[in-house]
């Protein structure tokens, strides 16, 4: 199993530019997070998803937007970017807590993006 | 959902343990406590869990609380590779999506 992937590793973005941070796992987990992790702070949730076509807004979603058309992929859209949301962005899957002997999240390895 | 709440930072001497506290006081009885740590720059990587019971792997151990409020990571014999940033969460079925992590404990070994 390759866990799970984000895609890209590094990006740079202008002021009101648009893109999709992608995010893949094939471990058929229901859940998927998308996290940002400013410096020297902890991880702060923006959307989730409970299974396929199932998306909720977390901590902080405003100026990103999500979709979970199958349960492999969980891409991140940022719609205008912004200098405040220069980050780390990390995504992260899981089964259902109890399902299983080891049913935690498991990250991917970020992606870090700079809004000029 | 429950919160928790741990020490911005501690220390620990190499070779010695270390006990990590978090408080979970509002924690619901479907919920589980899940221990991570972060080094560098990385994707945080899971370290153990419990329900209730105290639980033990080859990585750490957890004690849990009676009333389960509180819970305490317990690193046997730390090493410098073991400085890192630890946060402690909880999780259940109905919220096993929106987990959030706070700002965790940076826990700094020295030699």
């Known amino acids: 199993n390759a866990g799970v992937t984000q895609t890209p590793k590094f990006q740079v973005l202008k002021t009101g530019q648009s893109m999709t941070l992608q995010c893949a796992q094939d471990m058929n987990h229901e859940y998927m997070s998308w996290y940002r992790q400013d410096p020297g702070m902890g991880l702060r949730l923006i959307h989730y998803?409970?299974?396929?076509?199932?998306?909720d807004q977390g901590e902080v979603p405003n100026g990103y937007n999500v979709s979970r058309s199958t349960t492999e992929d969980f891409p991140l859209r940022l719609l205008s970017a912004a200098p405040s949301q220069t980050s780390v962005y990390f995504c992260?899957?899981?089964?259902?807590?109890?399902?299983?002997?080891?049913?935690?999240?498991?990250f991917g390895p970020g992606t870090r993006l700079t809004v000029l | 959902d429950a919160k928790t709440t741990q020490p911005p930072s501690m220390d620990c001497a190499e070779g010695r343990a270390a006990n990590l506290p978090c408080n979970h006081s509002t924690i619901s009885g479907n919920e589980y406590v899940y221990w991570y740590r972060q080094i560098h720059s990385q994707g945080p990587q899971y370290i153990i869990h419990g329900l209730k019971n105290n639980e033990t792997n080859e990585m750490a151990s957890l004690i849990i609380t009676e009333d389960r409020k509180s819970s305490t990571l317990i690193l046997p014999h730390a090493t410098l590779r073991d400085t890192a940033v630890y946060y402690c969460?909880?999780?259940?079925?109905?919220?096993?999506?929106?987990?959030?992590f706070g700002d965790g404990t940076t826990l700094t070994v020295k030699p």
């Open positions: 992260a899957s899981s089964s259902r807590p109890g399902t299983s002997g080891r049913d935690t999240q498991y």
């Open positions: 998803s409970v299974g396929a076509g199932i998306t």
């Open positions: 969460i909880v999780r259940s079925n109905t919220n096993a999506g929106k987990s959030t």
